[in-house]
């Protein structure tokens, strides 16, 4: 077998090809269907002209049909491209046409957008719709079902572990870019993460691994909460379940529901959910303690982990979700460009500091000079990944150039967190540098104070960043969301922070907005915190606090 996922999952639905590999709602498709709708997509793709190295983006909700149709693409040899739901007409204009995109899959209900924009995208040739209940329709666009039942099945393509596997990804600023892997590399890597370290990577070893788990009824149902266009939903919710013949379930969350997520967990049986820190958290465990206030709980006896990545996932809101269940909490470090290190909790081993991380044996800091930075030292550098890494950015080799170094003839992505080296070698996890504020010639991390903020029983989310200042050349803004039912007091919350932080790091304005605004993976947005700060100090220069509604 080789490394590709085309292969993996091939090997997988010959292993066990009665057990489920989707669930969405009512319908249920065992891996012989998964692997079998994914062939004739593969069929129709052929036949439209795509092929090896073609890029055919997947535009819609988390469904079965998205995971069906990126089996099929992967079949082809083509590249998935992952497009974000959230984004406008010039916004999506920018990505398709940056991946040199040739066909979409797409949910009904985004044909109004295709529309607008399909003149400007001669390289697109086949459009194919996602009955969505909407209504929709995209004039010429191909059907999702009629095509799986109009054409046959592909014969097996002599798959390559060089084929190339892509995410985009916008990170914290700037326009989206896509991140390259070796399919080799990158299945290799989710097959340690799913096999452990000790097992074999071989395709022997995978063999082993699922029939094992199949024969003691203890194949994975895995939930991804968070949505299957960003990394973490996809990797962590459904990749590393399907490497062990496992279940993928998915829902609509075009609104996330924490109450019809637990839901979901009692009656799947679900064994794993994969989320985005405290953007899901929060509310998930708002949500068990209103059930259990009213003598309603959920039944959480199926769940063993919560996995997270991208965003902060605070101490308190950590031991809150292991007071109703005794489950691992796996907090993952890591980007779209790599993984770095991670955090486990459970019971049995509580949670410690936030933002602390216990690093990957390929995982170093760097200072400015390439040096590494030595435990205990206090120094700040940049984590780089020495691990499985990207092959670059799509069509950008002056920012792989930047990124994926080096040095000492390991090479290393750089993918933009810095942190510092506690003694004993964990990582104390900073912030992206690109968002990072100067104030007075000190280096503020926004996620540090963020952190601090966030810890204060009246706060609900909190972002912050930098506006210029004429005496300090930054200063440190925050804006704070209350949680429900709560007011908050500026002087005792900043008070509260500086118990916390440094006098320099603690906000100089607090701008209290109804909700902070994230994307839908729970990242944040910081340029709409920055253009509402920016337009908060323009218009009240002397002001110390502000309050503002969730549409600013």
Request: proline share 5%; net charge negative.
């Amino acid at each position: 077998m080789k490394w590709c996922f085309a292969e993996v999952f091939e090997t997988v639905a010959s292993l066990v090809p009665d057990s489920l590999a989707l669930i969405n709602g009512d319908v249920r498709r065992t891996w012989r269907a998964y692997e079998d709708r994914a062939a004739r997509i593969a069929e129709a793709l052929a036949a439209a002209g795509v092929g090896h190295d073609s890029k055919v983006g997947l535009y819609g909700y988390n469904s079965n049909e998205y995971l069906e149709a990126q089996f099929g693409v992967f079949k082809t040899r083509a590249v998935p491209v992952n497009v974000n739901y959230r984004y406008v007409e010039h916004e999506l204009l920018y990505l398709l046409e940056n991946a040199d995109a040739e066909a979409i899959f797409f949910d009904a209900q985004f044909a109004p957008r295709l529309a607008a924009i399909r003149d400007r995208l001669p390289k697109l040739k086949l459009f194919v719709q996602i009955d969505d209940g909407s209504g929709q329709q995209l004039p010429g666009a191909a059907d999702f079902e009629a095509i799986i039942g109009g054409h046959g099945r592909l014969p097996r393509q002599d798959h390559s572990e060089d084929d190339v596997y892509m995410l985009y990804t916008g990170g914290t600023t700037g326009m989206p870019k896509g991140v390259m892997y070796r399919q080799g590399d990158f299945t290799l890597g989710l097959g340690a993460a799913g096999l452990g370290p000790d097992a074999p990577q071989t395709g022997e070893g995978l063999t082993a691994a699922v029939r094992a788990l199949h024969a003691d009824g203890a194949a994975p149902v895995s939930l991804a909460a968070c949505p299957l266009m960003h990394g973490t939903g996809l990797w962590l919710g459904v990749f590393i379940a399907h490497f062990l013949g496992g279940t993928a379930v998915t829902f609509r969350n075009e609104h996330f529901d924490p109450h019809a997520l637990w839901r979901l967990i009692a009656r799947e049986r679900v064994t794993s959910v994969a989320i985005v820190g405290d953007a899901f958290a929060k509310p998930m465990l708002a949500a068990l303690r209103e059930a259990q206030a009213a003598g309603t709980p959920y039944d959480l006896s199926s769940l063993k982990q919560i996995i997270s990545s991208g965003v902060m996932f605070s101490t308190e809101v950590k031991r809150g979700l292991l007071e109703f269940a005794d489950i691992t909490i796996m907090d993952a470090m890591g980007s779209t460009e790599g993984s770095m290190g991670s955090s486990v909790v459970s019971r049995e081993a509580p949670p410690g500091e936030t933002a602390r991380f216990m690093s990957n044996p390929t995982t170093k800091v760097f200072n400015d000079r390439d040096e590494e930075v030595q435990p205990g030292s206090d120094e700040i550098g940049m984590i780089a990944n020495g691990g499985f890494a990207p092959i670059g950015y799509y069509k950008d080799p002056e920012k792989s150039a930047r990124t994926f170094r080096v040095i000492n003839g390991q090479r290393y992505s750089f993918p933009g967190d810095f942190a510092k080296v506690a003694a004993d070698g964990s990582l104390v996890l900073l912030g992206r540098g690109s968002v990072c504020i100067n104030t007075g010639g000190e280096k503020v991390f926004p996620e540090e104070v963020e952190e601090a903020l966030k810890a204060h029983d009246s706060v609900w989310d909190a972002l912050v960043v930098g506006v210029p200042d004429e005496r300090f050349g930054e200063r440190v803004t925050a804006l704070v969301s209350p949680r429900p039912g709560h007011v908050i007091d500026e002087a005792e919350l900043l008070a509260f922070a500086r118990q916390r932080i440094a006098g320099y790091k603690t906000p100089r304005r607090l701008i209290v907005v109804d909700t902070v605004r994230r994307a839908a993976n729970g990242k944040a947005d910081y340029k709409w915190a920055k253009d509402t700060a920016l337009r908060e100090a323009s218009a009240q220069p002397t002001a110390q606090r502000t309050t503002l509604g969730a549409t600013s």
